[in-house]
Nanobody, 127 residues
Framework: VQLQASGGGLVQSGDSLRLSCAAS????????MGWFRQAPGKEREFVASINRSGSLTYYADSVKGRFTISRDNAKNTVALQMNSLKPEDTAVYYCAASPRLGYTMGTMTVTTKYDYWGQGTLVTVSS
């Protein structure tokens, strides 16, 4: 599967932004999807994940209550709605897909569980 992330930009603290990730291929619904981010000089970190049907989601504590992940299997897209943005949310955001089975959502938080990655989209939040 090929992934294309979009929607990043420059916003002010407290603003909202919606990221989207479009996937190619006909088996999108067979992948767990995740969003990760990487700030300058830091390691890539987990943000949110969603199961194949979209019925289960999981969030990093730092974004819980502010970010919402969703997917549309008919359109092969996954989105990340980001509200109440903070300067510390500034990073390149990546969508990722995992074909792995048998893992709980709480374990799908590491980069090594995901086999396919988009190119990233930059989100900059000014104070």
């Amino acid at each position: 599967v090929q992934l294309q992330a979009s929607g990043g930009g420059l916003v002010q603290s407290g603003d909202s932004l919606r990221l989207s990730c479009a996937a190619s291929g006909r088996t999108f619904s067979s992948y767990v999807m995740g969003w990760f981010r990487q700030a300058p000089g830091k390691e890539r970190e987990f943000v949110a994940s969603i199961n194949r049907s979209g019925s289960l989601t999981y969030y990093a504590d730092s974004v819980k209550g502010r970010f919402t992940i969703s997917r549309d299997n008919a359109k092969n897209t996954v989105a990340l709605q980001m509200n109440s943005l903070k300067p510390e949310d500034t990073a390149v955001y990546y969508c990722a897909a995992s074909p792995r089975l048998g893992y709980t959502m709480g374990t799908m938080t590491v980069t090594t569980k995901y086999d396919y990655w988009g190119q990233g989209t930059l989100v900059t939040v000014s104070s």
